[in-house]
């Protein structure tokens, strides 16, 4: 049994490939861990406030106000992401980057001292033992040839991960979903190439 966190971003509804390709997962990865609990969150439906003056305030100073609306639904993100053992996130490929209500989400839950914290040695994250599934769809190929370096999405969650201490990542591609010779096909392959 696994606690599975499933974070959709898309605005896109039904039609939302990233959607289809992160339910596949999550359908996969319940059948490889029967009796696993699914928490879902949709940051495009109820998105969470961008960082401005009193969310810094609040997130970033210790300990906070306890009252504090905007810190309580940061704490629980915190910790919703802490209770996962897999994190499923749902990644539309938006002006080559991911779309602003995720990265809202990111930054309630990328917070110092509570996601990493700096020490003599560095950074060090503080959110360990996690698998972590990037559901990526996008109109064209960025897993490789010329469109690559366009790609400011799947390497930047690496990094956001890797920096509070998330390590083990996968990323399932559904590419050319607006391609011609390929929109057809795209979400079907990503879907067979899901490994759990």
Excluded: C
């Amino acid at each position: 049994m696994k606690n599975i966190l499933h974070v959709i971003s898309s605005p896109s509804g039904e039609n939302s490939v990233s959607i289809k390709l992160g339910n596949a997962i999550v359908e996969k990865l319940i059948s490889e861990y029967p009796g696993s609990s699914v928490t879902e969150i949709n940051v495009a439906k109820d998105p969470f406030p961008h960082l401005e003056e009193n969310l810094i305030r609040v997130t970033r100073s210790a300990p906070g106000p306890v009252d504090d609306e905007g810190l309580k639904r940061s704490n629980n993100a915190v910790q919703q992401v802490k209770e996962a053992d897999i994190i499923v996130i749902g990644v539309p490929l938006f002006n080559f980057g991911i779309p602003s209500t995720l990265k809202s989400w990111l930054d309630n839950v990328v917070r110092p001292g509570v996601a990493f914290t700096y020490s003599e040695k560095g950074v060090q994250g503080l959110i360990t033992g996690k698998q972590v599934y990037l559901a990526v769809a996008s109109g064209g190929i960025y897993s490789e040839g010329p469109l690559k370096e366009y790609d400011f999405a799947a390497p930047y969650l690496e990094k956001v991960f890797n920096f509070i201490g998330v390590t083990d990542i996968t990323t399932v591609r559904a590419e050319g979903v607006n391609m011609p010779n390929l929109k057809d096909i795209a979400l079907q392959k990503a879907i067979d190439s899901i490994a759990v």
